[in-house]
């Protein structure tokens, strides 16, 4: 069972460096969707697709924030122009269509900014 | 905006017992799913048991079981035999209705620690 892979789990990078980060659901999901998590706090919803249309994105998600799903399979999140404040886990998760359908985690992508 | 509340950063459990962790949230929806999410140190988030609000049955899966308090808006897990393994942090989340985006909201999670 391959489950949601995500690359490269830690990143290291100076403030203003560009960043992107890779993101590979279950083969059969529709949907995928990016978090981003800081300490102690639970993950907050940044942006999703379905297949290769992003239908939602968060407020979170500023402008040097882009996130494409070119061909409905993997995906890439990628931060311009770094700040301090970037600094998090950025989680991705991938579902089925379906109201009830749960989303399954990858492992993560950690951003340190120095 | 639907918020989740999670009153308890950390609990402890000693291994065999019992433990509840606590779950509030606010909606203005009458149809929605909650979940709760197990995260250990350094790995990936795990759903461990969701239910749907049109259901009245409490969800089971094992050892961990829910009470689903509608009217209250109240979504408690309960980890019955606690083991070493359940140690990790523990999300709980909410989602809206069929036909919104489907993103998840989690609250803020509690830390679960098992002693031996």
């Known amino acids: 069972d391959t489950g949601v892979s995500q690359d490269p789990r830690h990143k290291i990078t100076k403030r203003g460096q560009n960043v992107t980060f890779r993101c590979d659901p279950i083969s059969e999901h529709n949907r995928l969707y990016w978090y981003r998590q800081t300490l102690g706090q639970g993950p907050e919803f940044l942006t999703y697709f379905q297949n290769e249309a992003q239908l939602e994105k968060s407020r979170l998600l500023s402008d040097r924030f882009s996130a494409e799903r070119p061909k409905g399979s993997f995906s890439t999140l990628e931060i311009q122009r770094t700040e301090q404040g970037d600094s998090a886990m950025y989680l991705c998760a991938s579902s089925s269509i379906g109201t009830n359908q749960p989303q399954h985690f990858g492992d993560g992508t950690r951003l340190s900014i120095l | 905006a639907q918020t989740v509340t999670q009153s308890q950063p950390e609990m402890s459990v000693q291994e065999a017992e019992t433990v509840t962790l606590s779950c509030t949230y606010d909606?203005?929806?009458?149809?929605?799913?909650l979940f709760w999410y197990k995260q250990p140190p350094s790995r990936q988030m795990i759903l461990v048991i969701r239910q749907e609000a049109y259901k009245q049955q409490n969800a089971t899966e094992n050892r961990f079981s829910v009470n689903f308090q509608k009217a209250a808006k109240s979504f408690s897990l309960k980890i019955s035999d606690s083991q070493l393994g359940d140690a990790a942090m523990y999300f709980c989340a909410y989602r809206g209705p069929g036909g919104s985006q489907g993103n998840l909201i989690f609250g803020k999670g509690t830390k679960l620690s098992v002693k031996p």
């Open positions: 909606t203005s929806e009458s149809d929605y799913y």
